[in-house]
């Protein structure tokens, strides 16, 4: 069992930057993959980005590419997601995600590849 618990939404001008961050604990963490995804009102939870278990691999959702940057410290059992130029379509709660794999290359692109979820973090961006 892997529990996840996000924290550092808010509220951002469009063109501002913000950190979230995903703490694990519970199952050993170095060997889950890692994602962020997220869900604005009325639609679907959609994926943003994903990390293999050592942080060296990474995918990102077209709609973010070159704008957010997913990364990981095993040391401290959290996954991070930088988010900068947000827009206001970014406005959503973002969902950290995790999955165990003995692919160490592994990275799950949707929401029933994973099996554990924090309890979301919201974000807002005023245009």
């Known amino acids: 069992q892997v529990q996840l618990v996000e924290s550092g939404g808010g509220l951002v001008q469009a063109g501002g930057s913000l950190r979230l961050s995903c703490a694990a604990s519970?199952?050993?963490?170095?060997?889950?993959?890692m994602g962020w995804f997220r869900q604005a009102p009325g639609k679907e939870r959609e994926f943003v980005a994903g990390?293999?278990?050592?942080?060296?691999?990474?995918y990102y959702a077209d709609s973010v590419k070159g704008r957010f940057t997913i990364s990981r410290d095993n040391a401290k059992n959290t996954v991070y997601l930088q988010m900068d130029s947000l827009k206001p379509e970014d406005a959503a709660v973002y969902y950290c995600?995790?999955?165990?794999?003995?692919?160490?290359?592994?990275?799950?692109?949707?929401?029933?590849?994973?099996?554990?979820w924090g309890q979301g973090t919201q974000v807002t961006v005023s245009s």
């Open positions: 995600a995790a999955r165990y794999s003995d692919d160490g290359n592994w990275i799950g692109k949707r929401r029933g590849e994973y099996d554990y």
């Open positions: 519970g199952r050993t963490y170095s060997t889950y993959g």
């Open positions: 990390v293999n278990w050592s942080g060296g691999s990474t």
